[in-house]
């Protein structure tokens, strides 16, 4: 018989009911015409509740209404913006335990992970409050006599996140509370696989937009689906920034489609990761990072592990360790503390998972453990899988593609150069690692000649990135970030300011001009 895991008392916490609208421009949630869609829980195959969709003329109407809002928005000064994100990461403290319950239950990652993903957005939160008084220009020197040159930063107008399955709530906090901060507004088109957790989000975040008298549109959701929205909101020339997370494949047609407008874009796409562990590794903390990495989220993240770069002399040893690691995960119902590994999102992820091991096959690779379905005691899910191991080449074809599962892939190599080229030999670049108690190891990897990633690590896995840092990665990984450390100049539009001060005109570059 299953269990209810509390997540009855979590959706009634949160304001989750039966028939849930899908259009929030703030406050307010607009009546909408689009089909119902049934958001079940891959944990256990059970209907958690409906999400009536908004349509392309619902859409259409709330971008209206966020531009009217940024009008108003901009004017807040930044400190006071940030004044409402503080809120806002008050707020979400008080609904972390349901909300990081209804992430696990609508998503599948295990509860641990579901509660870490909360915690990520409270933790964007205190970043962003912070940001808000820290929006800087620069100083420079003019070459002209009298004058002066500053450069600053200017609220850019409706930044439009289209955010995946995988991580459905922190996502959308890492663009928006520093978009909030920067005078932007938000329209948020979520993944339809996690409609419930995008609606519990504003159910929350409503509350204190509310407190505050913000206007309608400055936070926006748009729970639907391509049948209504298709590639629109990607070709809007109101949306001056795209920030999209999803495949490599939809991608580049984003991009496309938002290039062919000159407009701006953020592309958090597919990672291909690997961990280097050389003989100078701490085995024990790189087989936690690794088991992590590679079934953490079962395997669908964007820097999940997906291959170990293990060193000849190593390998063998490390190989045993993994795979007896492997052999001690409890597979189950993600809201079961003891769970270390839960469902994949749906049955298509499944088959993904399974066609991938058989390519693995064909191509001359080895499986060596698991990779076959798993069924929990009690529970009629068709999602859950075991872990799969395998030996491979680098050069496989499968080994080259993101398989969003928890696929593993082990391969050898007998000197530092060699490991670095087949690590950067994918065409991802996202997140990375080295295992080494070696400083001239480390240090190669993380210089020109070492790791191609937008993230590179040593001594800890290839998932779990902190706020603070800017988050992405290079190649099909896409380009922009996310998240910390200057990433906020992509929400907002610089401008270039000179003063002349002076009674004369002189021009650039000495160019004499008289009339």
Not at 52 to 72: R, V
Not at 302 to 317: A, F, K, M, N, P
Not at 427 to 442: K, R, V
Not at 450 to 456: E, F, K, L, V, Y
């Amino acid at each position: 018989m299953n269990k209810d895991y509390g997540i009855a008392e979590a959706l009634k916490q949160i304001g989750i009911e039966g028939v849930n609208k899908g259009l929030c421009t703030g406050t307010i949630w607009q009546e909408t015409k689009g089909e119902l869609m049934t958001s079940y829980s891959p944990a256990d195959g059970k209907k958690i509740a409906d999400i009536q969709l908004a349509t392309l003329e619902e859409y259409n109407a709330t971008i209206d209404k966020a531009k009217a809002a940024f009008i108003e928005w901009r004017k807040i000064p930044a400190p006071k913006r940030g004044e409402l994100v503080r809120q806002i990461g008050i707020e979400l403290r008080k609904y972390k335990e349901p909300l990081g319950k209804l992430v696990s239950y609508e998503m599948g990652k295990i509860y641990q992970e579901g509660l870490g993903e909360v915690q990520e957005m409270i933790d964007i939160c205190d970043f962003a409050v912070g940001q808000s008084r820290q929006l800087y220009g620069f100083t420079m020197h003019s070459e002209r006599p009298e004058h002066r040159m500053y450069d600053q930063y200017h609220p850019l107008g409706i930044i439009g996140v289209v955010s995946a399955f995988n991580f459905p709530v922190a996502v959308w906090a890492w663009n928006a509370m520093i978009a909030l901060a920067c005078g932007d507004v938000v329209v948020w088109k979520p993944s339809s696989k996690v409609l419930l957790c995008a609606v519990a989000v504003h159910k929350i975040v409503s509350n204190v937009l509310k407190a505050n008298n913000i206007p309608e549109g400055v936070l926006s959701l748009v729970a639907t689906s391509s049948k209504y929205l298709g590639d629109d909101m990607f070709s809007d020339k109101n949306i001056p920034l795209i920030s999209f997370t999803g495949s490599t494949k939809i991608g580049k047609k984003v991009g496309r489609l938002v290039g062919e407008r000159l407009g701006k874009q953020i592309l958090e796409l597919g990672g291909n990761n690997a961990i280097i562990i050389t003989p100078n590794a701490d085995q024990g903390m790189a087989l936690i990072a690794s088991v992590f990495g590679a079934v953490g989220t079962a395997g669908q993240r964007c820097t999940s592990t997906r291959r170990l770069i293990i060193h000849e002399q190593v390998y063998d040893e490390f190989k045993e360790k993994l795979v007896n690691a492997y052999k001690g995960l409890k597979i189950g119902n993600p809201l079961d503390e003891s769970t270390h590994v839960g469902p994949l999102i749906d049955k298509w992820a499944k088959e993904t998972f399974f066609n991938s091991i058989e390519k693995v096959k064909s191509e001359g690779g080895k499986i060596i453990y698991g990779g076959e379905t798993f069924h929990p005691e009690g529970n009629s899910s068709e999602c859950y899988v075991v872990p799969c191991i395998a030996e491979v080449e680098n050069n496989f074809e499968i080994v080259q593609e993101e398989t969003f599962a928890p696929l593993l892939y082990l391969i050898k190599y007998s000197n530092l150069d060699e490991a670095i080229a087949m690590h950067n030999d994918v065409p991802q670049g996202l997140s990375s690692a080295m295992f080494s108690t070696n400083m001239l190891e480390s240090e190669k990897f993380l210089s020109y000649a070492g790791s191609d990633c937008g993230i590179a690590n040593i001594n800890i896995g290839t998932s779990g990135a902190e706020i603070g840092g800017a988050f992405g990665g290079e190649k099909d990984t896409g380009g922009g970030r996310e998240s910390g450390s200057d990433a906020w100049k992509a929400y907002m539009r610089r401008q270039t300011n000179t003063i002349n001060y002076s009674t004369e005109l002189p021009l650039a570059q000495g160019i004499k001009f008289d009339v």
